[in-house]
């Protein structure tokens, strides 16, 4: 039997088609379903009690198709919910943080490493914990960025206002002498330019979207259920967001390098309380 079941991936918005896009380079025969809940993003300031319940909403949404494995594409979700989600669904899920960690653990040369994140990912130890856990000598700092997020949502990569705000927010981190920092946010990457001149060209920037399709492929080839080879029959991807379609499909576009089959869905109740 062919497998066809594709790879769900969940994000707070656009973040996530940064791990899209390397599931797609490293496993060309997977099939993806993405949802990113835009209309609520930012994540970062959210209650955990929001964030659970944001989540449990998208992965309920794609669980209406065929699905064999989730990534939860999102730094704060996976920092707030992921051991319950996996405990809750029969299928193989991944997180962001683990794999980014052993990334950083790998680059550093000097045991000095820098984590910036949402609000949330940061308040919750999630990455200095899991660093710790695997090497405990190392020096680790956090720091919060909230203006990014929305900086990459509303498309403002390139521009004088994106570099002054990066290159401000950077500035506690520009102290603290690391030599490697973890984009602890999906959304990052696309900022990683304007992060690389902020913190300079001799620090290693981290983005776990790499690492994370690397344990998927390997989990998904341990256990038997890599989409084969089908003789150029190409996959398809589907894309869902509960925000505004123009600006995803813009991004999501520039991003990946081919046009979205992008549908607009509302996760019901919208908004908590």
């Known amino acids: 039997m062919i497998e066809r079941r594709a790879i769900g991936i969940i994000d707070s918005g656009v973040g996530g088609l940064t791990v899209a896009r390397e599931v797609m380079r490293q496993l060309p025969h997977e099939e993806i379903i993405y949802f ?11 209650t955990a009690e929001e964030i659970r319940t944001f989540t449990n909403q998208m992965i309920q949404f794609l669980l209406q198709y065929s699905m064999k494995a989730l990534v939860i594409a999102c730094n704060t979700a996976t920092a707030v919910v992921l051991d319950e989600v996996r405990e809750q669904l029969d299928l193989p899920v991944i997180g962001v943080i683990e794999p980014g960690v052993r990334a950083a653990i790998s680059a550093s040369r000097t045991g000095r490493i820098g984590i910036i994140g949402t609000e949330t990912t940061i308040r ?3 990455y200095q914990r899991a660093l710790k856990r695997e090497k405990p000598d190392l020096y680790t700092v956090g720091l919060a960025c909230p203006p990014f997020v929305p900086l990459v949502e509303h498309f403002m990569l390139q521009t004088d206002e994106a570099q002054k705000i990066v290159a401000e927010t950077l500035a506690p981190m520009q102290a603290e002498d690391v030599d490697t920092l973890i984009l602890g946010c999906t959304h990052y990457p696309l900022l990683a330019p304007l992060i690389q001149q902020a913190m300079g060209s001799h620090i290693t920037l981290i983005n776990s979207a790499d690492e994370t399709a690397k344990e998927l492929g390997a989990l998904l080839s341990a256990q038997g259920i890599l989409a084969p080879d089908e003789g150029g029959r190409a996959p398809r991807h589907r894309f869902f967001t509960s925000g505004e379609e123009e600006i995803f499909r813009q991004i999501g576009e520039s991003w990946l390098g081919r046009p979205l089959e992008l549908e607009r869905r509302e996760l019901e109740p919208l908004y908590l309380g």
């Open 124 to 126: 919750t130890g999630a």
């Open 36 to 46: 990113g809940d835009n209309a609520r993003c930012p994540y970062g300031s959210r």
